[in-house]
Nanobody, 123 residues
Framework: QVQLVESGGGLVQAGGSLRLSCAASGRTFSTYTMGWFRQAPGKEREFVASISRGGGTTNYADSVKGRFTISRGNAKNSVYLQMNSLKPEDTAVYYC????????????????WGQGTQVAVSS
């Protein structure tokens, strides 16, 4: 199995940028597909982005397309989420998730989760 630890969250003004990182340990990182999800207070966890094991295929939620970029560094056992042009509605706890096969938008299909990192965007 794999352990996931997110970092890079914080408070930023609207229009600003943040880069989230998720470090993985345990089983070989390159065997996992990876996803980013977020959960705002009182709302369900929602899909943000995902990436295939080799990094050649990515998926994005419509709400973040053109603003967020997911990438991975298999040599560094990490996945990243570059977030630009942030909006107050992006405020949430952001989680990374891993699976051995699935990299779609359903959180229940991912087997492993990190503890999350808080992102707050002020207007």
């Amino acid at each position: 199995q794999v352990q996931l630890v997110e970092s890079g969250g914080g408070l930023v003004q609207a229009g600003g940028s943040l880069r989230l990182s998720c470090a993985a340990s345990g089983r070989t990182f390159s065997t996992y597909t990876m996803g980013w999800f977020r959960q705002a207070p009182g709302k369900e966890r929602e899909f943000v982005a995902s990436i295939s094991r080799g990094g050649g295929t990515t998926n994005y939620a419509d709400s973040v397309k053109g603003r967020f970029t997911i990438s991975r560094g298999n040599a560094k056992n990490s996945v990243y989420l570059q977030m630009n042009s942030l909006k107050p509605e992006d405020t949430a706890v952001y989680y990374c998730a891993a699976d051995t096969v699935y990299y779609g938008d359903l959180p229940g299909r991912y087997d492993y989760w990190g503890q999350g990192t808080q992102v707050a965007v002020s207007s």
